[in-house]
Antibody
Framework: EVQLVESGGGLVQPGGSLRLSCAVS????????MNWVRQTPGKGLEWVAR????????DYVDSVKGRFTISRDNANNSLSLQMDSLRAEDTAVYYC????????WGQGTLVTVSA | DVVMTQSPLSLPVSLGQPASISCRSS???????????LSWFQQRPGQSPRRLIY???NRDSGVPDRFSGSGSGTDFTLKISRVEAEDVGVYYC?????????FGGGTKVEI
């Protein structure tokens, strides 16, 4: 059974940092692109970043470029999102999702950026 | 960015009746490899999104055959042949043909 479990969310002040993790099981992690997607009540679903199978390719939505870094550890079946210089508008539920067309999603982790 | 426009915003339906959701993209979604990367997702209340359809018309494993996807180019449709109570939720289309991946605003299906 495919499972993706996010962790690391919480309350952080504007300008602060947070690192999200996603532990996966039930599929050959190193064979798939992986993504981060976020959801807010106001803006709906927004794709954030993706990373190639071997980590050699990374893409980001413009609003997080230079602030967020996606990475993966294929030996430990885990995906990460380092979020720096956080802003109020980054407040959202963050999901990790498997493969290019987001075939499987985790349950999400809530990130709140507020003073 | 490719803008995905869904209609209607809200869709009241009766049990056992058909339902249809439209999704239009601001650009053609045929990728350089010849595939059309248009997917549909269902998000039930309190749950994560779940993919139902990928590449326009391919149902994911475990998705009931009352769900079907169709369309081409810039116009796409998700149909539910006979709505059941468990189909209540918000439905999103998404394109993965061009970066950034983008979603429609969602259609709320309610009984």
């Amino acid at each position: 059974e495919v499972q993706l479990v996010e962790s690391g969310g919480g309350l952080v002040q504007p300008g602060g940092s947070l690192r999200l993790s996603c532990a996966v099981s039930g599929f050959t992690f190193r064979s798939y692109w992986m993504n981060w997607v976020r959801q807010t009540p106001g803006k709906g679903l927004e794709w954030v970043a993706r990373i190639k199978q071997d980590g050699s390719g990374k893409d980001y939505v413009d609003s997080v470029k230079g602030r967020f870094t996606i990475s993966r550890d294929n030996a430990n079946n885990s995906l990460s999102l380092q979020m720096d210089s956080l802003r109020a508008e980054d407040t959202a539920v963050y999901y990790c999702a498997k493969e290019g067309s987001l075939g499987y999603w985790g349950q999400g982790t809530l990130v709140t950026v507020s003073a | 960015d490719v803008v995905m426009t869904q209609s209607p915003l809200s869709l009241p339906v009766s049990l056992g009746q058909p339902a249809s959701i439209s999704c239009r993209s601001s650009q053609n979604l045929v990728s350089s490899d010849g595939n059309t990367y248009l997917s549909w997702f269902q998000q039930r209340p309190g749950q994560s999104p779940r993919r139902l359809i990928y590449k326009v018309s391919n149902r994911d494993s475990g998705v009931p055959d009352r769900f079907s996807g169709s369309g081409s180019g810039t116009d796409f449709t998700l149909k539910i042949s006979r709505v059941e109570a468990e189909d209540v939720g918000v439905y999103y289309c998404m394109q993965a043909a061009r970066l950034p991946l983008t979603f429609g605003g969602g259609t709320k299906v309610e009984i």
